[in-house]
């Protein structure tokens, strides 16, 4: 981080804020009966209440996860950004989160960005007491880790907005993560949109979200559950329970892992097999 005449850059100031928090938090959920992790909220408090209802989420003995960005997009911000102050809730940092951050603590070209680009413009329709209402909440995300490890009883599950950096993971390499693998960790897609299989190492699953998607993926041993909330008002649920190995999503079961499956060439040189020996035994006969 380069520093001119002591004074920090707005850049300088942002990366310094991301590197100042505690960029993991490990987490022990066999205290808790069940664990969800949630995709995108974006605002819309009213589809996540309703899903909650449905699978009878217990508020004393449960544990709900964001993978991140709960503003923006959606018009009930102030109230997902009260879930900061709910016990049974916990989050990671998403892009949409780290720029309202950015915009309400820096200002000036921060704060157009997250205003005119990417879905801050609910903030400047409140009230003036909504929004220093806002802004005390929104400062509460300098407490927010970028990456979750959540422990059970028989598997571990990293959660991280958009993509975890590394093809293997240790805590250990986390606290020493610079702006690259942060970038990564708010904006990669590249994983999601490729054939990439990969298994990565350290940790039974990772859980994504960032990119919207009609169905939650699952990739290697990657998660992608962000289906679109704020267009489709379809919010994915992944249940995590203690008693059992592999966790399954809700309320629309994942695409599978196509790496197990022949892939389309295999098919393809099987049915020109197919043809040929058809082919020539129609002759013979």
């Not at 200002?107 to 209402?133: A, D, T």
Request: glycine letters at 6%; one cysteine or more; aromatic letters at 12%.
């Amino acid at each position: 981080m380069k520093e001119k005449e002591g004074v920090l850059s707005k850049e300088d100031k942002l990366f310094k804020s991301l590197k100042d928090r505690s960029l993991l938090q490990q987490l022990d959920c066999t205290q808790y009966r069940q664990v969800y992790i949630v995709g995108d909220i974006h605002g819309c408090y009213s589809d996540l209440r309703k899903l909650l209802d449905e699978i009878n989420f217990d508020y004393k003995n449960d544990l709900l996860v964001s993978v991140g960005d709960i503003i923006d997009r959606g018009t009930e911000n102030i109230a997902c950004l009260k879930l900061l102050n709910k016990s049974w809730f916990k989050m990671v940092l998403g892009n949409h989160d780290e720029a309202a951050y950015a915009g309400v603590t820096l200002g000036g070209s921060k704060y157009l960005f997250w205003q005119q680009r990417i879905g801050g413009s609910w903030f400047e329709r409140l009230s003036k007491n909504k929004q220093k209402q806002a802004v005390k909440l929104i400062e509460r995300f300098a407490d927010i880790p970028l990456v979750l490890e959540l422990n059970f009883a028989h598997h571990k599950i990293v959660v991280c907005h958009a993509d975890y950096p590394l093809n293997y993971y240790n805590s250990k390499d986390v606290k020493h993560f610079g702006m690259r693998s942060i970038n990564k960790i708010l904006f990669n897609r590249s994983r999601v949109f490729s054939e990439d299989y990969t298994v990565i190492k350290g940790a039974n699953y990772f859980v994504h979200g960032h990119t919207p998607l009609q169905s939650p993926v699952l990739k290697g041993n990657r998660f992608y559950l962000d289906t679109g909330v704020f267009n489709t008002h379809n919010l994915t649920l992944l249940k995590v329970d203690n008693t059992k190995n592999k966790p399954y999503t809700y309320p629309m079961p994942y695409i599978i892992d196509k790496s197990r499956f022949p892939s389309m060439f295999v098919w393809g040189m099987l049915f020109v097999l197919i043809l040929v020996v058809g082919v020539f035994l129609f002759d013979v006969l």
